[in-house]
């Protein structure tokens, strides 16, 4: 599943289910969620163990939001539908949408993509502006309440009914019980669903973990108000090491080293604009080395591996529970996808309502995430096996796949219509299956 196999977001296609709904976790899987079954739910409560600031802010319970987010158009035009003006908003604030066919400029294979016929925006702000327009839209729906500084314990439940609320400690330190008709569990990668599952008589998910030893190290540079480049140099075998450079707020941009299997990202100056200047890509050590440097430090972060829980593959799931974003699928952070699969996971969320009454939910929800996980598990580990060193379970036809993209992305160094057909499928706005339309597969095979 992708943006163009799915019904777009009608809030007036699903019925009112009276009682309250919880969703556990306040970042973007969350709030998406809140959003939707808001539409449902006389009430919503969001419980976020993080006090919840009032600007763009980085918060310790989501690390990463010191770190640069690219946001798909997947996930751009989906949180547009839940909050209409969403882009102008983040605008407003500063953000920038460019035009990612001729204004982003993607290296692989020896080569950069060559511009693209068709206008692709993308909009460019810190992962902090993100969350905090998503957040303060949410906080102005009349029935959903933000409870921050509120962690989450343990699930109620009651056989025969399903999960009936939560216990959680409030902001004094005071735990408290929350019932619900229906808990979102949006926890993130960490989520503990997985453990209670097993001390409450029922099987676990399967998990596919894929190990990559990805390490980021981020600072922001002064950026000229009229410069609006996204760079974008991704690892690529025999080089462990990746950077970009992503226009955002306040004439800043935010750059990264990535590493990857070991290769640790430097976390000292020196080391940093020394790594920066051995890319094949001049400009990724021009940046740091000729730009103002507008962060103090350099900000480290470690990914181990992508994770995928398999909740569709569980014969039985306690009604009154779904799961949602990183706490089924947590990827590679290179590719960019976990906002964009945590809103479109919200959209399968809000089709699923329409359709399904509160028995048989979860399992009618995770089978049509499996559809949509495959698609950006598909891209983002598939390009993971590139380098021999990356371990786990290897979806088949891999291989096979990976070469006829290779090919397909060094003939777009100089065919345009090759990177609007990979661009579209990397946005998750079109399958992948759509590189292997005989218009696509002519051009690539081309001599
Ligand atoms: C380094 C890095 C870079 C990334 N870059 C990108 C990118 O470019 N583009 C992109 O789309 N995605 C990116 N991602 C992924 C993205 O951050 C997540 O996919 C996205 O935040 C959605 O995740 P989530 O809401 O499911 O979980 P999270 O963002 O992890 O949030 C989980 C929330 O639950 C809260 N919580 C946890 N436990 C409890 C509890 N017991 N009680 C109450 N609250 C709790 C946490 O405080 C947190 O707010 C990146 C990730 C990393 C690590």
Avoid at 104 to 114: L, Q, R, S, T
Avoid at 175 to 201: F, H, I, Q
Avoid at 257 to 286: K, T, W, Y
Avoid at 328 to 333: D, L, R, T
Wanted: proline share 8%; hydrophobic share 35%.
């Amino acid at each position: 599943m992708v943006l163009a196999s799915t019904e777009r977001y009608d809030p007036s296609n699903v019925p009112r289910i009276t009682g309250r709904a919880v969703i556990l976790g306040g970042s973007i899987a969350g709030l998406a969620a809140a959003r939707v079954v808001s539409d449902v739910f006389d009430e919503v409560t969001v419980l976020e163990q993080d006090p919840l600031p009032d600007t763009p802010a980085m918060r310790d319970g989501a690390p990463q939001t010191s770190h640069p987010h690219v946001l798909l158009e997947a996930g751009r035009t989906t949180l547009e539908d839940y909050f209409p003006g969403f882009s102008e908003d983040v605008i407003r604030s500063g953000g920038l949408m460019i035009d990612a066919a001729t204004e982003m400029k993607y290296y692989e294979n020896g080569g950069f993509f060559a511009d693209g016929p068709n206008q692709l925006p993308m909009l460019c702000a810190s992962r902090a502006l993100f969350e905090h327009v998503v957040r303060e839209r949410v906080r102005g729906l009349p029935n959903v309440a933000l409870s921050d500084g509120c962690r989450f314990i343990n699930y109620t439940f009651t056989p025969g009914d399903g999960v009936t609320g939560v216990r959680y400690r409030d902001e004094n330190g005071t735990e408290r019980t929350l019932s619900a008709t229906l808990v979102v569990d949006a926890t993130g990668r960490t989520s503990r669903t997985p453990d209670w599952l097993e001390k409450n008589g029922f099987e676990a998910p399967d998990v596919d973990e894929v190990r990559v030893d990805v390490t980021y190290s981020t600072i922001r540079l002064d950026r000229p108000p009229d410069e609006r480049t996204v760079l974008f140099v991704p690892p690529s075998p025999p080089r462990t090491r990746g950077a970009a450079a992503i226009p955002i707020e306040d004439e800043q941009a935010e750059f990264i080293i990535q590493g990857i299997h070991g290769d640790d990202a430097p976390v000292e100056r020196d080391a940093f604009l020394e790594v920066a200047n051995s890319f094949p890509v001049p400009e990724v050590g021009r940046l740091p080395t000729e730009r103002e440097w507008a962060s103090e430090g350099i900000h480290h972060y470690p990914f181990p591996s992508s994770i995928r829980r398999h909740y569709d593959g569980l014969a039985e799931f306690p009604d009154g529970l779904v799961v949602t974003g990183d706490a089924i699928a947590s990827f590679n952070p290179v590719y960019g996808q976990g906002m964009s699969v945590g809103a479109l996971d919200a959209l399968l969320l809000h089709h699923t309502l329409a359709e399904t009454e509160r028995n048989g939910l979860a399992r009618e929800f995770f089978s049509s995430v499996a559809d949509l996980i495959d698609e950006a598990w598909q891209l983002a580990v598939g390009a993971d096996f590139e380098f021999p060193q990356t371990t786990g379970p290897k979806p088949r036809g891999t291989d096979l796949f990976n070469r006829y993209v290779n090919r397909l992305i060094r003939s777009a160094h100089t065919d345009g219509e090759l990177t609007d057909a990979f661009y579209r499928v990397f946005r998750l706005e079109r399958s992948v299956t759509t590189l292997l339309r005989p218009g696509v597969v002519r051009r690539v095979l081309r001599p």
